[in-house]
């Protein structure tokens, strides 16, 4: 085996100030994370709780193997908006009766469950998710509908929800709908298109229009369960196909329902896997706090693949992008990660020949970011630095193996781009509290804008005012400080998580497990025109 070295002094105060910064990060991300377990607050938890129902992970908890993990996604979307973090919905991938499963769960001490732009967005992340990779969905409803005061951002984009789950059943990919409460008006419709609807019973309401809009609209008198009631459905419409009697029947009968769905992984199990040679706790410390100062990521391949065995691709050529093969969880992967920041055309050109080689052998990828960009200069554009870092998009763009990318450090620029960032489509994207991503780096950022007003000024003829050019900068740097933090970037979805470094092998894990599930292939030719 070639098993890496480790060059990490873990008694140096290097090592000690990037472990307390990584810390005091991780401190910050699980206070953010607590709000969404809290869900709507103490008050509607106890009241939800009074009517004897269960909350969402509850629910899903029950669901799950025992012992099984649960890769929770997006849990801070919504973050920094208007809206409760976590977006009144939990998404994520689990084990149910042997089969993993896409599971998504209304929080209904949230705004009664109601969706907001936020839970639309987390919804159809999930079922991207789902239909990627050919994952039984599991949807646990209790849902008033659309957050009505934000009906002009979900009423257009949401038809996209039930457009899906179509689409699921279509492929072949089971849909199953446990209803514990209300699903009204378009949620109505998530039972209404899933291949097989569970309803408990005397808490299930079904109905395109409750009581009082049947009144308004038609005169028309009459009572919840009579109009959508578990019972009306299970007797006379026909919607549900099983009838619970309560909360843990109706999750028992999910259970069954998923045991006899035949449903079968594409892939053999894979090889018998080694853990690393090092510690994860280790990879607390190996990110500085300072993301302008390098690292060698070799110390983060050694503690999150099997053995610490990697197979380093072209190590002299192209030395600030490191390429290799390993295993991971006894999954074959490609890993591309970021040495020095930077990427040159060397980089450039070695990363698109890696990712054809992965593509020939069906091996997917594993993009480690710590970018900031490609670089710039005139000797490097009059070397072809942007035929090459296009002929890397190029590669990455019409790939068609499986795609994993972690966000470690710095991830900007068209970098981000070349590294298979969110816009590309990556199967899973997770980011560690300490990564940042933006068009470029907060300072670099600022300070292009003030040259180009002492340019435009000195132009005028009029003379610059240093103070207000001060005062530009200190805003625009704490603006895009501000927007390149992960957390800020998982609110708005453009990840599928920020996660605890030592938990990284184990989400990989779990990904390329999920991953198996669906054949792939990779590109054989295809990648468009390479320019030389």
Same mark, same amino acid.
């Given at each position: 085996?070639?098993?890496?070295?480790?060059?990490?002094?873990?008694?140096?105060? #290097?090592?000690?100030?990037? %472990?307390?910064?990584?810390? $005091? *990060? !991780?401190?910050?991300? @699980?206070?953010?994370?607590?709000?969404?377990?809290?869900?709507?607050? #103490?008050?509607?938890?106890? %009241?939800?709780?009074?009517? $004897? *129902? !269960?909350?969402?992970? @509850?629910?899903?908890?029950?669901?799950?193997?025992?012992?099984?993990?649960?890769?929770?996604?997006?849990?801070?979307?919504?973050? $920094?908006?208007?809206?409760?973090?976590?977006?009144?919905?939990v998404t994520g991938i689990g084990v149910v009766e042997g089969v993993e499963c896409l599971i998504t769960a209304n929080?209904?001490?949230?705004?009664?469950?109601?969706?907001?732009?936020?839970?639309?967005?987390?919804?159809?992340?999930?079922?991207?998710?789902?239909?990627?990779?050919?994952?039984?969905?599991?949807?646990?409803?209790?849902s008033g509908g659309a957050d009505l005061p934000s009906q002009k951002e979900i009423f257009i984009p949401g038809g996209a929800i039930f457009r899906d789950l179509t689409r699921l059943s279509a492929a072949g990919i089971p849909t199953i709908a446990v209803v514990f409460g209300n699903s009204t008006a378009g949620g109505a419709y998530v039972p209404g298109m899933s291949d097989h609807v569970i309803m408990v019973k005397e808490r299930a309401k079904v109905f395109l229009g409750g009581p009082p809009l049947v009144k308004m609209a038609t005169g028309e008198e009459s009572d919840d369960e009579s109009l959508g009631g578990a019972t009306m459905h299970a007797r006379v419409s026909g919607l549900a196909d099983y009838h619970a009697v309560d909360e843990r029947d109706a999750i028992r009968q999910a259970r069954r329902v998923v045991a006899r769905l035949n449903h079968r992984k594409a892939y053999a199990d894979p090889a018998i896997a080694e853990p690393p040679k090092y510690e994860a706790d280790e990879l607390l410390g190996i990110v500085p706090g300072d993301l302008k100062v390098p690292f060698d990521p070799r110390e983060v391949i050694a503690r999150i693949v099997d053995a610490s065995d990697f197979d380093e691709f072209k190590p002299l050529y192209g030395t600030s992008l490191c390429t290799g093969w390993a295993r991971l969880h006894g999954y074959p992967v490609g890993i591309l990660a970021n040495a020095q920041g930077v990427l040159f055309s060397a980089e450039s050109q070695k990363a698109a020949q890696f990712i054809q080689l992965a593509n020939q052998r069906?091996?997917?990828?594993?993009?480690?970011?710590?970018?900031?960009?490609?670089?710039?200069?005139?000797?490097?554009?009059?070397?072809?630095?942007?035929?090459?870092?296009a002929m890397m998009i190029n590669a990455v763009s019409n790939s068609r193996v499986p795609h994993l990318s972690v966000l470690m450090g710095?991830?900007?620029?068209?970098?981000?781009?070349?590294?298979?960032?969110?816009?590309?489509?990556?199967?899973?994207?997770?980011?560690?509290?300490?990564?940042?991503?933006?068009?470029?780096?907060?300072?670099?950022?600022?300070?292009?804008?003030?040259?180009?007003?002492?340019?435009?000024?000195?132009?005028?003829?009029?003379?610059?005012?240093?103070?207000?050019?001060?005062?530009?900068?200190?805003?625009?740097?704490?603006?895009?400080?501000?927007?390149?933090?992960?957390?800020?970037?998982?609110?708005?979805?453009?990840?599928?998580?920020?996660?605890?470094?030592?938990?990284?092998?184990?989400?990989?894990?779990?990904?390329?497990?999920?991953?198996?599930?669906?054949?792939?292939?990779?590109?054989?030719?295809?990648?468009?025109?390479?320019?030389m």
């Open positions: 085996m070639t098993v890496l070295a480790t060059a990490l002094d873990t008694t140096s105060d #290097e090592y000690t100030d990037n %472990r307390a910064a990584m810390l $005091g *990060k !991780l401190a910050e991300l @699980e206070a953010e994370h607590a709000k969404a377990l809290a869900g709507g607050g #103490e008050k509607y938890v106890a %009241r939800h709780r009074g009517r $004897g *129902k !269960l909350l969402a992970r @509850e629910r899903i908890e029950l669901l799950l193997d025992p012992d099984t993990p649960f890769l929770e996604l997006s849990p801070l979307a919504a973050w $920094g908006s208007d809206y409760t973090v976590g977006a009144s919905l929080d209904p001490t949230v705004r009664g469950g109601a969706s907001n732009p936020w839970s639309l967005k987390k919804a159809l992340r999930a079922n991207d998710i789902a239909y990627a990779n050919r994952l039984p969905c599991i949807n646990l409803v209790e069906d091996i997917p990828l594993l993009f480690l970011h710590n970018t900031t960009g490609y670089m710039v200069g005139r000797e490097y554009e009059q070397g072809g630095i942007i035929k090459h870092g710095a991830s900007y620029g068209a970098g981000h781009y070349g590294m298979c960032g969110r816009a590309y489509d990556p199967r899973f994207l997770f980011a560690w509290p300490s990564a940042k991503s933006a068009v470029m780096g907060p300072q670099q950022l600022a300070g292009v804008l003030s040259i180009v007003a002492r340019q435009s000024a000195a132009a005028k003829g009029q003379p610059y005012d240093e103070e207000a050019d001060a005062a530009l900068r200190a805003m625009v740097e704490q603006q895009i400080e501000s927007e390149s933090l992960p957390m800020f970037l998982s609110g708005r979805l453009y990840d599928d998580g920020v996660i605890d470094p030592r938990d990284t092998r184990t989400v990989l894990g779990l990904c390329l497990s999920a991953i198996h599930t669906a054949p792939y292939e990779g590109a054989r030719g295809g990648f468009g025109v390479f320019r």
